[in-house]
Protein backbone atom coordinates (compact mmCIF):
# COMPACT_ATOMS: atom_id res chain seq x y z
CA UNK A 1 0.00 0.00 0.00
CA UNK A 2 1.34 3.23 -0.53
CA UNK A 3 1.28 5.78 1.95
CA UNK A 4 1.33 8.80 0.31
CA UNK A 5 -2.63 7.80 -0.26
CA UNK A 6 -3.78 6.26 2.75
CA UNK A 7 -3.66 3.37 0.72
CA UNK A 8 -7.08 2.93 -0.04
CA UNK A 9 -7.15 4.11 -4.02
CA UNK A 10 -5.94 0.87 -5.91
CA UNK A 11 -4.18 1.66 -8.59
CA UNK A 12 -4.42 -1.91 -10.42
CA UNK A 13 -8.59 -2.00 -9.60
CA UNK A 14 -8.49 1.42 -11.73
CA UNK A 15 -6.33 0.03 -14.51
CA UNK A 16 -8.38 -3.19 -14.88
CA UNK A 17 -11.10 -0.62 -16.03
CA UNK A 18 -9.02 0.78 -18.93
CA UNK A 19 -8.71 -1.30 -22.57
CA UNK A 20 -5.15 -1.08 -21.81
CA UNK A 21 -2.53 -2.40 -24.88
CA UNK A 22 1.37 -3.79 -24.58
CA UNK A 23 2.66 -0.72 -26.45
CA UNK A 24 0.75 2.41 -25.50
CA UNK A 25 2.10 5.48 -25.05
CA UNK A 26 1.32 7.11 -21.68
CA UNK A 27 1.47 10.43 -19.86
CA UNK A 28 0.86 10.11 -16.07
CA UNK A 29 0.16 14.06 -15.49
CA UNK A 30 1.07 14.76 -12.08
CA UNK A 31 2.57 11.64 -11.08
CA UNK A 32 3.84 12.25 -7.39
CA UNK A 33 5.53 9.75 -5.97
CA UNK A 34 4.62 6.94 -9.27
CA UNK A 35 1.45 5.39 -7.47
CA UNK A 36 0.21 5.24 -11.02
CA UNK A 37 2.99 4.95 -13.15
CA UNK A 38 4.60 2.12 -11.97
CA UNK A 39 1.92 -0.27 -12.48
CA UNK A 40 1.02 1.17 -15.48
CA UNK A 41 4.63 0.70 -16.81
CA UNK A 42 3.81 -2.72 -15.61
CA UNK A 43 1.08 -3.55 -18.26
CA UNK A 44 2.66 -1.63 -21.14
CA UNK A 45 6.04 -3.34 -21.02
CA UNK A 46 6.70 -2.60 -24.64
CA UNK A 47 5.51 0.89 -24.52
CA UNK A 48 6.58 3.86 -21.99
CA UNK A 49 5.32 5.97 -19.57
CA UNK A 50 6.15 9.26 -19.09
CA UNK A 51 6.06 10.40 -15.06
CA UNK A 52 5.28 14.38 -15.34
CA UNK A 53 6.01 16.31 -11.81
CA UNK A 54 6.16 19.54 -10.97
CA UNK A 55 8.65 18.19 -7.93
CA UNK A 56 12.15 17.10 -8.47
CA UNK A 57 11.50 14.73 -5.01
CA UNK A 58 8.35 13.50 -6.20
CA UNK A 59 10.72 12.31 -9.88
CA UNK A 60 13.28 10.83 -7.60
CA UNK A 61 10.97 8.80 -5.66
CA UNK A 62 9.63 7.47 -9.14
CA UNK A 63 13.02 6.69 -10.39
CA UNK A 64 14.28 4.90 -7.17
CA UNK A 65 11.27 3.09 -7.38
CA UNK A 66 11.46 2.22 -10.94
CA UNK A 67 15.19 0.59 -10.34
CA UNK A 68 14.06 -1.11 -7.30
CA UNK A 69 11.19 -2.76 -9.10
CA UNK A 70 12.92 -3.29 -12.22
CA UNK A 71 10.75 -1.21 -14.57
CA UNK A 72 12.84 0.50 -17.03
CA UNK A 73 10.29 2.12 -19.98
CA UNK A 74 9.51 4.91 -17.72
CA UNK A 75 10.41 8.38 -18.32
CA UNK A 76 10.46 10.89 -15.62
CA UNK A 77 10.62 15.05 -16.50
CA UNK A 78 9.82 17.94 -14.70
CA UNK A 79 7.12 19.99 -16.01
CA UNK A 80 4.45 22.56 -15.53
CA UNK A 81 1.22 21.60 -16.80
CA UNK A 82 -0.74 24.69 -16.23
CA UNK A 83 1.14 26.41 -19.16
CA UNK A 84 0.46 25.42 -23.01
CA UNK A 85 3.41 22.79 -24.10
CA UNK A 86 4.54 22.42 -20.50
CA UNK A 87 4.20 18.31 -20.67
CA UNK A 88 7.18 19.20 -23.08
CA UNK A 89 5.78 15.92 -24.87
CA UNK A 90 5.08 15.99 -28.78
CA UNK A 91 1.63 17.21 -30.29
CA UNK A 92 -0.85 13.66 -30.76
CA UNK A 93 1.66 11.62 -29.24
CA UNK A 94 -0.01 9.60 -26.50
CA UNK A 95 -2.31 6.82 -26.06
CA UNK A 96 -3.56 7.71 -22.88
CA UNK A 97 -3.20 10.22 -20.47
CA UNK A 98 -4.05 9.86 -16.71
CA UNK A 99 -4.92 12.47 -14.01
CA UNK A 100 -4.84 11.16 -10.30
CA UNK A 101 -5.88 13.10 -7.95
CA UNK A 102 -4.38 16.40 -9.10
CA UNK A 103 -7.16 18.60 -10.36
CA UNK A 104 -7.72 19.48 -6.91
CA UNK A 105 -4.72 20.88 -6.57
CA UNK A 106 -4.88 23.41 -9.09
CA UNK A 107 -6.82 26.42 -10.47
CA UNK A 108 -6.03 26.39 -13.93
CA UNK A 109 -7.91 22.85 -14.57
CA UNK A 110 -8.86 24.10 -17.87
CA UNK A 111 -5.21 24.57 -18.97
CA UNK A 112 -4.05 21.15 -17.64
CA UNK A 113 -6.89 19.83 -19.89
CA UNK A 114 -5.76 21.93 -22.76
CA UNK A 115 -2.57 19.99 -22.49
CA UNK A 116 -3.67 16.42 -22.18
CA UNK A 117 -5.98 17.26 -25.11
CA UNK A 118 -2.94 18.86 -27.31
CA UNK A 119 -0.53 15.60 -26.42
CA UNK A 120 -3.39 12.95 -27.16
CA UNK A 121 -3.35 11.08 -30.12
CA UNK A 122 -6.91 10.82 -31.95
CA UNK A 123 -9.30 8.75 -30.22
CA UNK A 124 -6.98 8.24 -27.47
CA UNK A 125 -7.69 8.57 -23.82
CA UNK A 126 -7.87 10.76 -20.63
CA UNK A 127 -8.55 9.47 -17.50
CA UNK A 128 -9.98 11.50 -14.39
CA UNK A 129 -9.35 10.24 -11.15
CA UNK A 130 -10.15 12.62 -8.26
CA UNK A 131 -11.41 13.42 -5.06
CA UNK A 132 -15.02 13.63 -4.25
CA UNK A 133 -15.87 16.62 -2.00
CA UNK A 134 -16.23 16.01 1.53
CA UNK A 135 -15.20 12.34 1.81
CA UNK A 136 -13.79 11.48 4.91
CA UNK A 137 -10.75 11.42 4.20
CA UNK A 138 -10.48 14.28 1.05
CA UNK A 139 -7.99 16.67 1.86
CA UNK A 140 -9.09 20.04 3.54
CA UNK A 141 -7.93 22.29 1.32
CA UNK A 142 -8.15 22.61 -2.66
CA UNK A 143 -10.07 23.52 -5.43
CA UNK A 144 -12.16 20.17 -5.93
CA UNK A 145 -14.15 19.61 -9.09
CA UNK A 146 -17.39 17.78 -9.11
CA UNK A 147 -17.76 14.83 -11.88
CA UNK A 148 -20.53 17.11 -13.44
CA UNK A 149 -17.94 20.15 -13.85
CA UNK A 150 -15.25 17.91 -15.23
CA UNK A 151 -17.48 16.58 -17.84
CA UNK A 152 -18.50 20.12 -18.63
CA UNK A 153 -15.01 21.12 -19.14
CA UNK A 154 -13.81 18.28 -20.96
CA UNK A 155 -16.30 18.45 -23.30
CA UNK A 156 -15.75 22.23 -23.97
CA UNK A 157 -12.07 20.76 -25.12
CA UNK A 158 -13.73 18.54 -27.37
CA UNK A 159 -13.60 15.16 -25.00
CA UNK A 160 -16.60 12.85 -24.89
CA UNK A 161 -17.06 10.99 -22.06
CA UNK A 162 -16.79 7.13 -22.62
CA UNK A 163 -17.44 5.53 -19.12
CA UNK A 164 -17.45 6.26 -15.41
CA UNK A 165 -15.16 4.21 -13.47
CA UNK A 166 -16.62 1.70 -10.29
CA UNK A 167 -14.34 3.31 -7.71
CA UNK A 168 -13.96 3.51 -3.85
CA UNK A 169 -16.35 6.02 -1.91
CA UNK A 170 -13.56 8.58 -1.53
CA UNK A 171 -13.06 9.04 -5.34
CA UNK A 172 -14.73 9.82 -8.53
CA UNK A 173 -13.06 7.81 -12.05
CA UNK A 174 -14.26 8.85 -15.39
CA UNK A 175 -12.71 7.84 -19.32
CA UNK A 176 -13.20 10.44 -22.30
CA UNK A 177 -12.11 10.16 -25.38
CA UNK A 178 -10.46 12.83 -27.73
Not at 33 to 54: I, T
Request: proline share 2%; with cysteine.
Amino acid sequence: MDKGTGGFLQPEKVLDQLALRDDMQIADFGCGHGYFSLPLAKKVSQGKVYALDVLKEALQSVRSRAEIEKVSNIETIRVNLEIAGGSKLTDQAIDLVVLANILFQSQKKEEILKEARRVLKENGHLVVVDWLAGSLLAPKEGWFISKEEINQLAESQGLTLVKELVMDDQHYGMVFRR
